[in-house]
């Protein structure tokens, strides 16, 4: 399920929804970049578009989403593509693609939300999504659902796992609680979501 085998005409073929949301992020990366000049300036990239409260709380409400198609500097937009390259396609095809769109709009504004009221600094990425994806799995993972094979339980678990000892190790030495609180805004989301589905889908109510 998460070891991308199709070729890339299938890929683009398939997973449309996926392919939007990095092409977005990437269409956002490259404009911030050679026409702003600001790739790595935080003041462009939060004032552009990040989760700024003091803004969100003056009316900037399409704050709450913007946020999530912005990055700081290559390193953070290449880490959270390369995730959703490869975890974005299998819930795209279990949701659908309708149900894919409302999970991450759902998942963005909930990590925006813990981080307002969490953390006071400003905030950019897609590690919301990201997250979520991961939450949305791991619980399917810790009830031993039927769609997961053992392979792909374990290595969901692994991967999300690391992912959250790298965000925390981050998160003390940059001492940037916003990356703790937006990816756990991201997570608890993706499990809520992930509970709330099978539970309906056992009760054929979706």
């Known amino acids: 399920m998460f ?3 199709e070729s890339l ?3 683009l073929r398939r997973y449309q929804i996926t392919l939007i949301i990095l092409l977005i992020n990437t269409l956002v990366m490259l404009f911030v970049w050679f026409c702003l000049n600001g790739i790595e300036n935080p003041y462009v990239v939060y004032q552009l578009g990040g989760l700024i409260n003091e803004n969100v709380l003056g009316g ?3 704050r709450l989403l913007t946020y999530a198609f912005l990055h700081f500097g290559i390193y953070h937009y290449l880490f959270n593509m390369l995730f959703l390259m490869v975890l974005g396609p ?23 939300i813990l981080v307002i009221i969490v953390s006071e600094q400003p905030g950019v990425g897609a590690s919301g999504i ?4 991961m939450g949305y799995f791991i619980f399917l993972a810790g009830r031993k659902d ?11 678990i692994q991967v999300t796992l690391f992912s959250w000892i790298g965000t925390i190790i981050f998160s003390v030495v ?10 756990l805004g991201g997570f608890i989301s ?17």
């Open 60 to 62: 900037d409400y399409w």
């Open 174 to 183: 940059t001492e940037q609680m916003v990356t703790v609180s937006g990816h």
């Open 190 to 206: 993706g499990i809520i979501l992930s509970f709330f589905r099978t539970t309906f889908k056992q009760n054929n109510l979706v």
């Open 3 to 5: 070891i991308r085998t």
């Open 90 to 112: 299998p819930l795209e095809i279990i949701l659908g693609k309708i149900k894919f769109i409302v999970f991450i709009f759902i998942s963005i504004i909930c990590t925006s």
């Open 146 to 156: 039927k769609s997961l094979s053992s392979f792909d339980s374990k290595l969901i």
């Open 9 to 11: 005409n299938d890929y």
């Open 130 to 133: 990201v997250f979520a994806i």
